[in-house]
């Protein structure tokens, strides 16, 4: 419901997934239950021939908030149900990794970790090659690893079992409801909030020298 919500321009929508080895089957499974396209090595290669300029080595501007299913005909990726999410696995933490930068389309990386303290070195490294001060978001239970996951996170935005596109902007959570989010001095911004008008007040600030006598 984040990632494929407007096919996928809301920027603090996911962009990467990172599961632990443990649940990644179920995961899986579950992603193509709810209508994600899971690639194989094979039709990645294919979509990422379509979609890639092999000058730039980023994805081509014609991809942003196409729907999934147009994609994936693109290249040649059927699936027996209507394809609402791609979502291609890969390992590469990499700069030169497309798949590692904002995608605003439909379309997810997955990496595969061995434990929840890979998971954590795993989004931090995400984060810096693109995306620093932006958003984080954690889906899980366990307190003490949502607790390690928020003082880690290099973002203003830490989210916890919450869709990204939906919360971040402030729809479906506490956070001030807006579509221009700060990153704070992480990302060479001044604020790490949700910007309103409030923002962009000038307030005057009057004060006097104190009584010379009452010091």
């Known amino acids: 419901m984040s990632k494929s919500f407007?096919?996928?321009?809301?920027?603090?929508?996911?962009?990467?997934?990172?599961?632990v080895q443990s649940c990644a089957q179920?995961?899986?499974?579950?992603?193509?239950?709810?209508?994600?396209a899971v690639l194989s090595e094979q039709e990645t290669?294919?979509?990422?021939?379509?979609?890639v300029d092999p000058v730039s080595n980023r994805f081509k501007p014609h991809v942003n908030g196409q729907l999934a299913a147009d994609l994936a005909a693109q290249a040649g990726i059927p699936r027996p149900y209507p394809i609402k999410l791609l979502v291609i696995p890969t390992g590469e933490v990499h700069q030169n990794n497309p798949l590692a930068l904002e995608k605003?389309?439909?379309?997810?990386?997955?990496?595969?970790v061995a434990?929840?303290?890979?998971?954590?070195?795993?989004?931090?490294?995400?984060?810096?090659?693109?995306?620093l001060g932006h958003t984080a978001?954690?889906?899980?239970?366990?307190a003490p690893l949502i607790e390690?996951?928020?003082?880690?996170?290099?973002?203003?935005?830490?989210?916890v079992n919450a869709p990204g596109a939906q919360a971040g902007i402030g729809m479906t959570s506490g956070?001030?409801?807006?579509?221009?989010?700060?990153?704070?001095?992480?990302?060479?911004?001044?604020?790490?909030?949700?910007?309103?008008?409030?923002?962009?007040?000038?307030?005057p600030r009057s004060n006097t020298w104190p009584n010379r006598g009452s010091i």
Do not use: K, W
């Not at 605003?104 to 595969?112: E, G, Q, R």
């Not at 978001?137 to 366990?142: C, L, Q, S, V």
């Open 175 to 203: 956070l001030i409801p807006s579509l221009t989010l700060g990153c704070g001095t992480f990302g060479g911004t001044s604020t790490t909030d949700n910007v309103t008008y409030s923002h962009l007040l000038n307030v």
């Open 137 to 142: 978001i954690i889906y899980t239970d366990n």
């Open 26 to 36: 179920a995961f899986r499974a579950a992603l193509e239950q709810h209508g994600a």
């Open 104 to 112: 605003l389309a439909p379309i997810l990386s997955l990496f595969t």
């Open 45 to 51: 290669a294919a979509f990422l021939n379509v979609i």
């Open 115 to 131: 434990d929840e303290r890979a998971g954590i070195q795993v989004c931090q490294e995400l984060l810096a090659i693109d995306g």
């Open 6 to 19: 407007d096919n996928g321009v809301i920027c603090c929508s996911e962009h990467n997934l990172v599961v």
């Open 148 to 159: 390690s996951f928020t003082a880690r996170m290099p973002a203003s935005r830490i989210l």
